[in-house]
T-cell receptor
Framework: GDSVTQMEGPVTLSEEAFLTINCTYT??????LFWYVQYPGEGLQLLLKATKADDKGSNKGFEATYRKETTSFHLEKGSVQVSDSAVYFCALKLTTGNQFYFGTGTSLTVIP | DTAVSQTPKYLVTQMGNDKSIKCEQNLGHDTMYWYKQDSKKFLKIMFSYNNKELIINETVPNRFSPKSPDKAHLNLHINSLELGDSAVYFCASTKHATNEKLFFGSGTQLSVL
């Protein structure tokens, strides 16, 4: 079935470190891919998305590239800040239907 | 203005009780969802309504009953609460059923004692 697998957390980084959170997917069709972020005590917010192969989504210094050949959508940021501390969710949605599939979330803590 | 608002934010109750969580969106969206997030942050779809019609009904105990009086509201009623129901419940909406951006409420933390 359709699913998303993302790297286990928690991840702890020092400020200005490089971030990678891995995400791979399994889908029967041609999904759109997303990263959502959940700050403490809040609901999830869309961080970035990509709708087709080789697209790059970017927002707030975060980037992810839709790689069909490796079925991956890894999240990267060159220099993290304390304010990036949150839980990050990879997700997919098929172009048919309205079901979103979320990964298990990766908790990121950035220390000064 | 809060786009997707759910109440209450916190709900502490005893086993066996019946409780409701309310959700309202002022975005004019057609589709609304209930998700359950467990203590490990795993997010699981429970229900989805499109224009008051149930379109997703995952494997959820029938103690959980959603109700959509109009397309701006999706409430969740839970009968005979159990310890395992303790979780954070999120309401969300999208403009249309096939739309790709979910807007989430800030969650209702349910604790069953």
């Amino acid at each position: 079935g359709d699913s998303v697998t993302q790297m286990e957390g928690p991840v702890t980084l020092s400020e200005e470190a490089f971030l990678t959170i891995n995400c791979t997917y399994t889908a029967t069709g041609y999904p759109s891919l997303f990263w959502y972020v959940q700050y403490p005590g809040e609901g999830l917010q869309l961080l970035l998305k990509a709708t087709k192969a080789d697209d790059k989504g970017s927002n707030k210094g975060f980037e992810a590239t839709y790689r069909k050949e490796t079925t991956s959508f890894h999240l990267e940021k060159g220099s993290v800040q304390v304010s990036d501390s949150a839980v990050y969710f990879c997700a997919l949605k098929l172009t048919t239907g309205n079901q979103f599939y979320f990964g298990t979330g990766t908790s990121l803590t950035v220390i000064p | 203005d809060t786009a997707v608002s759910q109440t209450p934010k916190y709900l502490v109750t005893q086993m066996g009780n019946d409780k409701s969580i309310k959700c309202e969106q002022n975005l004019g969206h057609d589709t609304m969802y209930w998700y359950k997030q467990d203590s490990k942050k795993f997010l699981k779809i429970m229900f989805s309504y499109n224009n008051k019609e149930l379109i997703i009904n995952e494997t959820v105990p029938n103690r959980f009953s959603p109700k959509s009086p109009d397309k701006a509201h999706l409430n969740l009623h839970i009968n005979s609460l159990e310890l395992g129901d303790s979780a954070v419940y999120f309401c969300a909406s999208t403009k249309h059923a096939t739309n790709e951006k979910l807007f989430f409420g800030s969650g209702t933390q349910l604790s069953v004692l």
